[in-house]
């Protein structure tokens, strides 16, 4: 059987600027702590630096993605003009 990548793998593959834009719409959709935003922050630094985030990073990283997915900040054809940013961490986390 041919498996593709995990969405762990695929949540690594996420560029810098996704974890940035998911930091935004956090902040504006006031759906995560400050501690969390600074995560997401923090690992767009990291990417852009050309570090890789650590598996338990990347496990942290999922959570905070699904949540902001799960909380409604992050959509298929979002309104707020970033459907391909929307598009790009849904697909990583495997939603339809």
């Not at 560029?15 to 923090?42: M, R, W």
């Not at 949540?67 to 391909?84: P, Y």
Request: with cysteine; net charge positive.
């Amino acid at each position: 059987e041919i498996k593709g990548p995990s969405s762990m793998e695929k949540i690594a593959g996420l560029s810098p600027e996704v974890f940035g834009h998911a930091a935004k719409k956090a902040t504006v959709y006031k759906l995560l702590n400050d501690k969390h935003i600074k995560s997401l922050k923090g690992w767009q630094t990291r990417l852009r630096t050309g570090r890789t985030l650590t598996p338990p990073q990347m496990s942290y990283a999922e959570g905070l993605l699904r949540e902001l997915a799960e909380q409604g900040a992050i959509v298929r054809n979002s309104q707020d003009g970033d459907k391909e940013i929307c598009d790009q961490i849904l697909d990583a986390l495997g939603v339809e």
